[in-house]
T-cell receptor, first 115, second 113 residues
Framework: ETGVTQTPRHLVMGMTNKKSLKCEQH?????MYWYKQSAKKPLELMFV???????ENNSVPSRFSPECPNSSHLFLHLHTLQPEDSALYLC??????????????FGSGTRLTVV | GNSVTQMEGPVTLSEEAFLTINCTYTATGYPSLFWYVQYPGEGLQLLLKATKADDKGSNKGFEATYRKETTSFHLEKGSVQVSDSAVYFCALSASSNDYKLSFGAGTTVTVRA
């Protein structure tokens, strides 16, 4: 148990579907992140939320829509995806200050396949 | 900007062999440095960290020393096991208080019995 739980673990969706990825942490962290991990590429930071406000959006296409309703939950809403969006999507949380990056905790990820 | 470069894999070793994964960084100021490990089917886990020059991080037999003069943070283990097969990521944050991490591309290590 890593302290950060992601559901579902696996998702197969068609290009016209709408789905959501969920991330939950009960570590008392106040920053949450979405990363995309594709084969043979560096981890791509997609979104950063600090104190429930989006503080970073790294040129992510609008077909990915994040939502952070509170400090414990983070969602990634997906619609009209493309096959190249198939990847492992990782959620992480940390303290926004103090220990900072040293407190980073990752979830196990959602393996997304777009068909 | 801040960035991390680590050696490309894959790396294949026999059990009890010596492992080194090179990592160099570019950063202004005084970054903190990290190694993360990702076992098959799992997310990333913090393996070790160092927050200032000459610090040595260590865990599970792995070590890495923060070398400011060579801007490096190479990961080493003296005798690997099959269970060390994983993807290893070098990462940095701009300071010990900064919450943002920059990751390297990852190095896949396979240890054969």
């Amino acid at each position: 148990e890593t302290g950060v739980t992601q559901t579902p673990r696996h998702l197969v969706m068609g290009m016209t579907n709408k789905k959501s990825l969920k991330c939950e942490q009960h570590l008392g962290h106040n920053a949450m992140y979405w990363y995309k991990q594709s084969a043979k590429k560096p981890l791509e930071l997609m979104f950063v939320y600090s104190l429930e406000e989006r503080v970073e959006n790294n040129s992510v296409p609008s077909r990915f829509s994040p939502e952070c309703p509170n400090s414990s939950h983070l969602f990634l809403h997906l619609h009209t995806l493309q096959p190249e969006d198939s990847a492992l999507y990782l959620c992480a949380s940390s303290q926004a200050s103090g220990q900072g990056a040293a407190s980073y905790t990752f979830g196990s990820g959602t393996r997304l396949t777009v068909v | 900007g801040n960035s991390v470069t680590q050696m490309e894999g894959p790396v294949t070793l026999s059990e009890e062999a010596f492992l080194t994964i090179n990592c160099t960084y570019t950063a202004t100021g005084y970054p903190s440095l990290f190694w993360y490990v990702q076992y098959p089917g799992e997310g990333l886990q913090l393996l070790l960290k160092a927050t200032k020059a000459d610090d040595k991080g260590s865990n599970k037999g792995f070590e890495a020393t923060y070398r400011k003069e060579t801007t490096s943070f190479h990961l080493e283990k003296g005798s690997v096991q099959v269970s060390d097969s994983a993807v290893y990521f070098c990462a940095l944050s701009a300071s010990s208080n900064d919450y943002k991490l920059s990751f390297g591309a990852g190095t896949t290590v396979t240890v054969r019995a």
